[in-house]
């Protein structure tokens, strides 16, 4: 049998999407080692290795944008407008090259994350293309007004050409899409044993005093860590690289190192709406602390998915950038929903991948 071939293809859009994606090729991979992974992503090579411990090919792409941001809560609306403005002009050319390079590399499917241009290249290259996501930009973009409504009908229309979703939880209701499969939690799980990491990062605080400080691959310029001073006896891990030098501080600056690997050790998750983390700290029962964001869309649907299904603070932006944190004295609200939610994503995608792969 020929060696199956499946391109992965993740949006330009921060770090979320690309760990969700890669953690789901992982379990492929390790489900079946003969299949051959394209990840189609500007992400970093060595973020996609984090998660996918095998071989792979990176083949660094931008097909879509997402959203131009200075840092995790700053949009700049103008900019992403013009930007997709010139990827929907160049969108012939785009799509152009990358059918090129799927014949050349007999590919036999796109599994996509959620870039709307994989439809279109899809369907000129004549293979199919899956999707996973809890959003489509589509959706995102209707929400910033009339001016973008053009963009978001183009966005529907490709995302329509689509021929499955699998739709991950805390998901918006997808209303371009023709053929919705809902799935369970998606991400990465630790690689190493809470005493390993705390031994390596020297944590000695105890679980409920150590706090992960995590805001995506975007980081937080603001952070006020003069906070910190508040809680001698707490530990605190960031992955921001300018953070300051606290003696309760921790900087996680080992790329080998991923959020997920510290969440078991930790009392609770600070951080901003985001699928990625938000599903994996729920995935291993840790509770999360997030700053509402109510200019993003897909927040209000990761909010409610929090609330719903773990332990969670939501605090105001003030409370975090102008307050003394004194959330972290008060208990985490219990959820609401009493079932579990379920945490097979990565199986029962890479399961159905196989399945068609395999045929």
Known sequence: MDTPILYI??????????????????????LCPEVLLIIVSTAPRWLLECYIEGDFIHRPR???LGVVQADSLTMDQAATLEKLLEIKKNQNSIIA???????????????????????????????????????????????????????????????????RLFRLPFHEPMQAFNNITDVGLTG???????????????????????ILLTFGGLGLQQIPYENLKQFPDWQFITFDQSAPDLPNLVSATDQKYRPVDFMPICGRVVSKPGFSTFAEATRLDVPIVSVTRDDFA???????????????????????????????????NQPKESQPIAKDGNETVAHAVLNYLQR
């Open 62 to 64: 931008a097909m879509d």
């Open 188 to 210: 990465g799980s630790p690689r190493y044993t809470p005493e390993e990491v705390r031994s390596t990062w020297g944590i000695t605080a105890p679980k409920e005093k150590t």
């Open 298 to 332: 897909e927040a209000a649907f990761l909010l409610e998915g929090i609330s719903n299904y773990n332990q969670h603070q939501i605090l105001k932006p003030s409370e975090f950038f102008q307050g003394t944190w004194d959330f972290l004295n008060q208990p985490p």
């Open 97 to 163: 090259s990358e059918v090129n390079f799927i014949r050349q590399n007999r590919v036999n499917l796109i599994l996509a994350d959620v870039p709307f241009l994989a439809c279109e290249i899809a369907k000129v290259a004549k293979i199919p293309c899956w999707m996973m996501s809890n959003f489509g930009f589509d959706f995102i973009y209707r929400d910033w007004g009339s001016g973008f409504t053009e963009i978001a009908d183009w966005i529907s229309d490709c995302y329509s050409k689509c021929d």
């Open 9 to 30: 293809a993740i949006t330009n859009h921060g770090f979320g999407h690309a760990t969700r994606a890669a953690a789901v090729a992982a379990t492929i991979q390790k």
